[in-house]
């Protein structure tokens, strides 16, 4: 070969006694094929074969199949994000005419989508109460194609029945589609309890590090994969060999950092609990939270990711209080090493269940710090927002001491 060719021609390695544990990163956009005919049949290959590298890569599929048994599925799809997955769960399974219920306490980007996007498209959206089966049931019709969950509900927590929402739903002919973000597989698996398809935004947990952005969707039946893997391709929706091979790293450990970070986070609920600045903590582990019942028939376990609800009067200091903070830091999404707090808004993001308390709820998420620095950046957090509200708050330093006593 000429030099110019033979930088250009790569030759076949052969992997014959090369097994690595690491899953090798297939970068590729062109597939080859060893004949004319092969080229011609390709779609011969079926879902698993390889014919385009937007349409997966030994790397991507790895991944996709390790999510597939994690949730108990029949096929997975990549895509960029954890919003994309929602997104993408939906659209390819509506048309005119189509309408949608979507849970009230559901992420406010997919509220988004549904009253921009689907709306245009001619899909009537509307929102239901989370909590109540009988609201869910008064606005199913003929037309209903889809029901939303997201359990436990954004910021809010609040818990759904999944069971009883697929009876209602499957009755009616509709699909249930579930945001399992949260809990991830390992603590909740909503196709086992009657869901139809299932949305993870790997960015949090799966990938666990705070560096990758991908959204996985999981379905339980072959007569989903059709429309999902069509509309992916006629979007050119692909996601990255290297960031999938990153969140293949992240599942390795996720089951430690899970149970670490949510054994932290039940201390620093208590923490916060302990606080008279503190009017409800809301965790679904904790038997005052909504719908804790049902957490604890259908879950397996926690995350780390809960919500805070201040006094009247502790509320207006909370947001500037956070630059006290030295452990935590101040930033949205969760699920990586690093602790975070966040103050989010609600009541615009309410319509069938209005939220009635202040339009302030503070998200925390627990990472892998030490559990005495969390605490103490806690505790000055607290001091701060006493002062400020003119409260006198010692006992709340002397029950982190007592505590690491």
């Known amino acids: 070969m000429n030099d110019l060719t033979q930088c250009v021609v790569t030759p076949k390695v052969k992997l014959d006694g090369f097994d690595s544990l690491g899953v090798g990163v297939h970068r590729a956009s062109t597939i080859v094929f060893e004949s004319a005919e092969a080229y011609a049949t390709r779609g011969d290959r079926g879902d698993d074969g390889y014919t385009y590298g937007l349409y997966g890569t030994p790397t991507t599929r790895t991944l996709e199949a390790k999510i597939t048994a994690l949730e108990g599925g029949l096929r997975t799809f990549l895509v960029p994000s954890g919003q994309a997955a929602c997104s993408l769960a939906i659209l390819p399974l509506v048309k005119a ?19 921009r996007d689907l709306t245009k498209f001619g899909i009537e959206v509307e929102y239901y109460d989370p909590t109540s089966l009988s609201d869910l049931e008064a606005r199913m019709d003929e037309r209903t194609r889809i029901v939303w969950c997201e359990s436990p509900g954004s910021t809010t927590m609040e818990l759904q029945d999944i069971p009883a929402i697929a009876a209602i739903a499957h009755r009616s002919g509709a699909l249930v589609g579930c945001d399992n973000t949260w809990a991830t597989p390992l603590n909740f698996k909503p196709l086992e309890h009657g869901a139809d398809i299932v949305a993870e935004a790997l960015t949090k947990y799966f990938s666990g590090h705070s560096d990758v952005l991908m959204g996985s969707i999981t379905v339980a039946s072959e007569d989903l994969v059709g429309a999902i893997k069509a509309t992916l391709g006629r979007y050119g929706i692909g996601v990255s060999p290297d960031d999938a091979s990153m969140v293949l790293r992240g599942m390795e450990t996720m089951g430690v950092r899970l149970k670490h970070a ?4 039940s201390v620093i609920c208590d923490q916060f609990a302990q606080s008279r600045l503190v009017g409800s ?8 939270c909504p719908g804790h019942h049902l957490w604890k028939r259908d879950f397996s376990g926690s995350s780390a990711v809960f919500s805070v609800i201040f006094t009247p009067e502790a509320t207006p200091h909370v947001a500037d209080a956070l630059d006290v903070l030295n452990t935590f830091a101040i930033g949205a999404s969760w699920g990586g090493t690093r602790s975070l707090m966040a103050p989010m808004p609600v009541k615009r993001f309410r319509t069938a269940r209005p939220w009635a308390g202040a339009d302030l709820v503070l998200r925390i998420s627990i990472g892998l710090e030490a559990l005495s620095d969390l605490q103490t950046d806690v505790a000055a957090f607290l001091t701060c927002i006493a002062q400020a509200a003119g409260t006198d708050r010692a006992d709340d330093q002397n029950w982190v001491r007592l505590q690491q006593k």
Request: glycine content about 4%; aromatic content about 10%.
């Open 97 to 115: 005419g189509d309408k949608i219920l979507i849970a009230d306490t559901a992420y406010p980007p997919v509220r988004d989508f549904a009253d």
């Open 262 to 265: 949510s054994q932290a986070a």
């Open 281 to 288: 903590v809301l965790f679904p582990p904790r038997p005052e």
